[in-house]
């Protein structure tokens, strides 16, 4: 058995270790999405749902509400595109910002993602019991008391104390 580097890097490294969680549950959601017929790539599940829920919403309002970057919207967005799922219109307020807005197939799509995402919400809490760990309240909790206080700040603090000598 390999030795994995990365874990025996230990909690300095979390981040590194929620990407390669991410990437187990993109890749497995991907592979059954594939096999369901999905044409929407697994990574755009919550800018589809969004879009539904919505209605035409302008990119940076996308990225501003699921928390992500513009570029990687935009990146999402035109593949949705290049599928059918979603089309650009010109904001009826302003003719300058484009909206993006579900085509017909898109909706379709979306819909079909609810009743996907239950599936999924059922696997993950399957895999919550087995680990014995609700990883999705801890994570909750985590990004609440990041947002409290910054994690700059508080490895700031951390490194002034005499011990850490950086």
């Known amino acids: 058995m390999k030795l994995d580097f990365v874990h ?4 300095p490294f979390l981040a590194h270790r929620l990407r390669r969680a991410s990437e187990l549950i993109v890749e497995g959601s991907a592979a059954a999405m594939a096999r369901r017929g999905f044409e929407s790539p697994a990574r755009s599940g919550s800018t589809m749902l969004l879009l ?5 919403t302008g990119i940076v309002e996308i990225a501003y509400r699921l928390r992500l970057s513009h570029p990687l919207i935009i990146k999402l967005t035109a593949a949705l595109a290049k599928a059918g799922l979603v089309r ?3 904001d009826p307020k302003d003719q300058r910002r484009r909206l993006v807005a579900l085509t017909a197939k898109g ?42 206080r910054p994690i ?13 000598p950086v």
């Open 152 to 164: 700059a700040d508080r490895l700031e603090a951390v490194l002034a104390e005499e011990q850490f």
């Open 88 to 90: 650009d219109k010109a």
């Open 107 to 148: 909706e379709a799509e979306a819909r079909r993602l609810q009743a996907h995402s239950l599936a999924l919400a059922r696997v993950f809490a399957a895999m919550f019991d087995e680990a014995g760990a609700d990883l999705f309240a801890a994570l909750e909790r985590f990004e609440q008391a990041a947002e409290a």
């Open 52 to 56: 539904l829920a919505n209605g035409p």
């Open 8 to 11: 025996s890097l230990g909690l």
